[in-house]
Nanobody, 118 residues
Framework: VHLLESGGGLVQAGGSLTLSCAAS????????MGWFRQAPGKEREFVARIYWKSGGTDYADSVKGRFTISRDNAKNTMYLQMNKMKPEDTAVYSC????????????WGPGTQVTVSS
């Protein structure tokens, strides 16, 4: 499984950005895909996840109401629409896949930098 994020960059506080995660290598019918982020000096934290088959979603409290996760099954691509961004959203954002045979996120993309200026 190969994952590649894109769409990161610099945005002003209050602005919007959309990240993409293109996946290849295996069928994703029973997987969960997620977005995580890691700010400098901090541990990686969960942002959002989507159940590939049902489309069900979960969000961290810190982004609920501002971020939206979605997927395009035909393109094997996951998205993270980020609105009303804050400086504390600054981090490296990575996408990951949790196969149906484990409770761990096994496959990870290299990450994309998101910087929110105040």
């Amino acid at each position: 499984v190969h994952l590649l994020e894109s769409g990161g960059g610099l945005v002003q506080a209050g602005g919007s950005l959309t990240l993409s995660c293109a996946a290849s290598g295996q069928p994703f019918g029973s997987n969960i895909m997620g977005w995580f982020r890691q700010a400098p000096g901090k541990e990686r934290e969960f942002v959002a996840r989507i159940y590939w088959k049902s489309g069900g979603t979960d969000y961290a409290d810190s982004v609920k109401g501002r971020f939206t996760i979605s997927r395009d099954n035909a393109k094997n691509t996951m998205y993270l629409q980020m609105n009303k961004m804050k400086p504390e959203d600054t981090a490296v954002y990575s996408c990951a896949v949790r196969p149906d045979w484990t409770t761990d996120y096994v496959y990870w993309g290299p990450g994309t930098q998101v910087t929110v200026s105040s």
